[in-house]
Structure formats: structure tokens, C-alpha cells
DNA sequence: AACCCGTGGGG
DNA sequence: TCCCCAAGGGT
């Protein structure tokens, strides 16, 4: 839940979804489609579906049981480097770096004095923050929580709040006068009008729907045919939606 | 590697 | 208003 979407708007839905599903053969026993519609207004709802997915494999691979090992967290989908690490560091309390995007740019910004816009992940940049993990697995778990917390909350991305950080005398990027971002820094994707847009008005309706709606329910949502028939199809190959009938649509039932 | 994938709050 | 940004992952 926490990919890309802050805190404090994942922490209400985190709560109602551990209350229905404390576990995860108790999410991998009920419909993909249900994970989808309790995802609510998260965004990128195809992070639903694959933790549902990921409680399916955990079920019937590990016996119900999360795996504590970085290897077999990287197969389950929708866990990639940043969420494996995470739950092997925080979880199971195991010395890993973590390198999410507060991490990312504190790191950046305090070390290498200058903003990292990257998002990938390298092995260099493993090496680098583990360098910076104190050797005892629990204190570096903390440590770890630490650096995001730094960037989350002091070393933030718009206007670092300098002075009341704890590592400001030994910040490179202090110490070279706060450079700006250099480069022509990412292009902020646009939303509006977007296939996103669309697949997210579509993915709406279904949500909030507990029957099957038909075509001309989900045509008035966009006037476009042309894209909303492409969003849709988008939603129908990625697994969010299916065809119950001809021409009606709902979210997974199995 | 570049691009795709949602949503909402804050400056 | 518009733009930026957010505990990324998959292809």
C-alpha cells in the first residue's frame, strides 16, 4: 500500500484491511475482486490485485507464513527491491539496506551533496547505504527506519526543513550551499485525459457497484470511445476487470 | 531504460 | 490554477 502513496492516506485502509484479513491465507481465501474493491481510492489498484496474489502464494508455497528470506520475498509479486528489503529489515529485523525515496534523497542530498532525481535502484547504491548500517542486524534495522523518517519528515523533497536536522553539520549538500536539482529533472507525467484517467473513472464504478454493470453504464464515465474501449480492454488484460456476460463487467470473482 | 500504472494533498 | 510529490513494481 505504502508504493508510492503517503502514509498517512494508506493508514486508515491498512487498518480496515488487517481487521477483515489478519492474515494471509485469510485474504487468499476470498475473490481478487474483493482486494480490489477494499483497495478503495489508494491508486494503482493493480497493487490489489497482486497482494492478493502475493496471499495466494504465501498460502500455498510457505504455508501461510510470509517468508523471511530476501530471495523468496522477491519472487511474490508485486514485491520488488525497496518491499523486500523492507520487510526482511523491519519485519524479520535482518540487516539490509533499504532504499526507498526518502532514503534516496537524504542519502543524495547529506553524502553525495546534490539531489538524486534517479529512481533505480543499483548495486552501488546498496553498497553505499549499507555502508552506513551499524554492523548489529537490530540497530541497523533502526537505522534504517531512521534514514527514511529523515527524509520523510526533515530532508523532505520541496523545502528540506534544514534547520532542525541532526546531521546538518556533516551535510555535503549544506556544505556545497544547497544546490538546485540539476538536469532537466523527471517529466511530471500529466493526468488529466490520460488512459490512467479513464481506467481509474471505469475502475470506479465497478468498485462501488456490487452487481455487474453493462457497457452503457461504463460508456457515460468518458465521451471518448476510442480510448474509454482501450481503457477498458487495459483493465480487462491487466486482470482488474472481467466479462461476466456479453457487453457486463465486473472485478474478479475468483 | 523508458514508460506505464491512480489519487489526493500541499505549495 | 497548476504543478509537484508520494515507504515502487512490472515490462
Redesign the pocket.
Known amino acids: 500500500m505504502?508504493?508510492?502513496?503517503?502514509?498517512n492516506?494508506v493508514l486508515p485502509v491498512w487498518h480496515t484491511w488487517l481487521d477483515r484479513w489478519p492474515t494471509p491465507p485469510a485474504l487468499a481465501a476470498e475473490p481478487a475482486g474483493e482486494a480490489v474493491r477494499m483497495w478503495g481510492?489508494?491508486?494503482?489498484?493493480?497493487r490489489a490485485l497482486?497482494l492478493h496474489q502475493a496471499a495466494v502464494t504465501i498460502t500455498e508455497e510457505h504455508r501461510g507464513s510470509i517468508p523471511d528470506d530476501l530471495e523468496q520475498l522477491l519472487r511474490l509479486?508485486?514485491?520488488?527491491?525497496?518491499?523486500?528489503r523492507a520487510v526482511a529489515a523491519f519485519a524479520f529485523r535482518q540487516r539490509h539496506a533499504v532504499i526507498?525515496?526518502?532514503v534516496r534523497?537524504f542519502v543524495g542530498r547529506a553524502i553525495n551533496g546534490r539531489d538524486d532525481q534517479r529512481?533505480?535502484v543499483s548495486r552501488q547504491d546498496l553498497e553505499l547505504v549499507e555502508s552506513l548500517l551499524p554492523q548489529d542486524a537490530e540497530s541497523a534495522a533502526r537505522a534504517s527506519a531512521a534514514f527514511?523518517?529523515l527524509g520523510?519528515l526533515v530532508c523532505?523533497?520541496?523545502?528540506p526543513r534544514c534547520v532542525a536536522c541532526p546531521v546538518r553539520q556533516e551535510c555535503a549538500w549544506q556544505r556545497a550551499g544547497s544546490p538546485a536539482v540539476e538536469g532537466p529533472?523527471r517529466r511530471?507525467?500529466s493526468?488529466a485525459g490520460?488512459?490512467?484517467?479513464v481506467?481509474?473513472?471505469l475502475?470506479?464504478v465497478l468498485r462501488e457497484s456490487r452487481v455487474p454493470v453493462r457497457q452503457d453504464i461504463l460508456d457515460s464515465v468518458w465521451d471518448k470511445p476510442v480510448q474509454r474501449d482501450r481503457a477498458l480492454r487495459?483493465l480487462l488484460d491487466d486482470g482488474l476487470v472481467v466479462a461476466v456476460a456479453p457487453g457486463v463487467y465486473a472485478l474478479p470473482g475468483e
Open positions: 505504502l508504493q508510492q502513496t503517503p502514509v492516506r481510492r489508494l491508486g494503482y489498484p493493480r497482486r509479486p508485486g514485491v520488488g527491491t525497496y518491499t523486500a526507498d525515496v526518502n534523497r529512481t533505480a527514511m523518517e520523510a523532505v523533497a520541496r523545502a529533472g511530471a507525467q493526468y490520460t488512459d490512467r484517467q481506467r481509474g473513472l475502475l470506479a487495459g
